[in-house]
T-cell receptor, first 116, second 114 residues
Framework: AQKVTQAQTEISVVEKEDVTLDCVYE???????LFWYKQPPSGELVFLIR??????QNEISGRYSWNFQKSTSSFNFTITASQVVDSAVYFC?????????????FGQGTRLTINP | DTGVSQDPRHKITKRGQNVTFRCDPI?????LYWYRQTLGQGPEFLTY????????KSRLLSDRFSAERPKGSFSTLEIQRTEQGDSAMYLC????????????FGSGTQLSVL
């Protein structure tokens, strides 16, 4: 069975602060994908990133960075110099790399509020 | 607008009634997915289609739920004899099978069962 835990239900910071969203996962699969999605107030989830389990290199994209640590089963997401537009619910998700497997398992989400 | 389109955006129904939702994926996407999201939770997988074939169904999809994608384009999700526990946001997503892990989601249909 797979499980994704986002222990932080809500985070509130002041604009320009850095903020890290935690994600811990459980899986028996040896290869898998990890994802982050953003859900703004409009409701549609927006894909942010996908990582393969066999690639532990951290990734940076502008103000966003992701820290994947297989040893601790974590895939944390950091926003540097946060902006009001970053306010949304963020979901971490997992999917095994198995032929035919398409089910994404999502965490409960972290509601991020950036205050001006 | 070339994104994933869902109709209606909101549906209020009485317990016991049948409801049907429609999803129009991005035109060149051959994979289509249905997820359900309740308040304060992450989306839960319901089912997915590769073209017109329904290839995977969650145990969440009871016999009151049925999904179709008759011509491999739009899809419908029908719930028969609705129950209050069916109240949720029903999300549709689509993807290319060559980049299957990158899903594009619609804004969802919010169902309220009274």
């Amino acid at each position: 069975a797979q499980k994704v835990t986002q222990a932080q239900t809500e985070i509130s910071v002041v604009e320009k602060e850095d903020v890290t969203l935690d994600c811990v996962y459980e899986t028996r699969d040896t290869t898998y994908y990890l994802f982050w999605y953003k859900q703004p107030p409009s409701g549609e989830l927006v894909f942010l990133i996908r990582r393969n389990s066999f690639d532990e290199q951290n990734e940076i994209s502008g103000r966003y960075s992701w820290n994947f640590q297989k040893s601790t089963s974590s895939f944390n997401f950091t926003i540097t110099a946060s902006q009001v537009v970053d306010s949304a619910v963020y979901f971490c998700a997992l999917r095994p790399i198995i032929q035919g497997a398409q089910k994404l398992v999502f965490g409960q989400g972290t509601r991020l509020t950036i205050n001006p | 607008d070339t994104g994933v389109s869902q109709d209606p955006r909101h549906k209020i129904t009485k317990r016991g009634q049948n409801v049907t939702f429609r999803c129009d994926p991005i035109s060149e996407h051959n994979r289509l997915y249905w997820y359900r999201q309740t308040l304060g939770q992450g989306p839960e997988f319901l089912t997915y289609f590769q073209n017109e074939a329904q290839l995977e169904k969650s145990r969440l999809l009871s016999d009151r739920f049925s999904a179709e994608r008759p011509k491999g384009s739009f899809s419908t999700l029908e719930i028969q004899r609705t129950e209050q526990g069916d109240s949720a946001m029903y999300l549709c997503a689509s993807s290319l099978d060559t980049v299957a892990e990158k899903l594009f989601f619609g804004s969802g249909t919010q169902l309220s069962v009274l």
